[in-house]
């Protein structure tokens, strides 16, 4: 028999070989002033504005977005315990608040009123909280990571195609030339949608408050091209809404559907007003299901006009979550077009 110390090193020894690996995580420098999120991509609930230079730790990058930690100190008298989500603060105070790298010390994010955190540590007036969430990637630069090499610029088609209602050129007063580096946002202080190599021409169409909007011509292949959404919901599946009517009914989602007909409500279809043309679909594909949308007289005309099982990619507000007999979601239409299937 083994002497009983020597029986409990054998197994702490194999319960540190049996666990498993912690996630490995990156050091990223945030380099302009960027949107901290509590999801991936542009929809994501935003919880605060991250300034540019502030150190993160990352462990995972989904989509172009990277999970982050964002630790820090923040006034005792801007929060308030909150236990939900396994959390044990929120920000209280109603314009938000800061979040310093020390008590008193330099700003590294503000956050928004409402924002769950991990309690660290107290010191007197002052709280260390951290929280996890999701920085566009474009915005980060991975510490110890190779420099970025500026991309080389794509060649000018030698006869680029005409283009019918070409604006006239601009003057020369608002033709500028981009610094190395710089972020495009979607709007002041919104996120980043990319950044532009040095040297860049730019149009500048509009300023104000510092802020200016530009217009950048370029040229992108064609098969990287993808329908805008509008800020319509994609991935929701017809069960989602189904599930939470609550959730969905009044938002606009992105649906690609197969158009069946278009059919004409009577006084038995209680979701869809009499006498209201509506298609029948089959979708979202690739869902076997379907769904009625709800059509105004000129998109009735339009889709009438399509071949029955013709693929359509459709922008559709929900009017109701679930039918009352069949259980299918009914949309209004917003637009459609029809798709490559």
Known sequence: MLPASRSIWLVLAFLAAAAPPAAAQDTYRVTSDENFRQEPGPQGRLLARVNAGTMLAGDETRDGWVR?????????????????????????????????????????????QGFLLEQVERRTGWVRVRRTGWIYGRSLERIGAPP??????????????????????????DRMTVASGSPVLARPDGDTLGRLGAGTSAQVLARADGWA?????????????RPATDGALVGVTAAEVRSAPASFEGKVLRWD??????????????DVPAGQRF???????PETGFVYVVLSTEQAKAIEALQPLTYLT???RVRVARSRFLGNPVLDLVEFATSGR
């Open 68 to 112: 982050v930690t964002l630790a820090g100190w923040i006034w005792e008298r801007s929060v308030r315990p909150d236990r939900r989500d396994d959390f044990d603060l929120a920000v209280s105070a109603t314009n938000g608040e800061n979040l310093r790298t020390e008590p008193n010390g330099a700003v590294v994010a503000r956050l928004l």
């Open 148 to 173: 970025r090499t500026a991309r080389a610029a794509a060649p000018t088609p030698a006869t680029p195609p005409a283009a019918a209602g070409t604006p006239a050129a601009p003057s020369s007063l």
């Open 213 to 225: 909007r530009v217009r950048i011509d370029g040229w992108v292949r064609e098969t990287d091209l």
């Open 257 to 270: 559907v197969q158009y069946i007909s278009v059919q004409t409500a009577d006084e038995l279809r209680q």
């Open 279 to 285: 298609m029948l679909a089959r979708g979202p594909l």
């Open 314 to 316: 459709i922008l559709g």
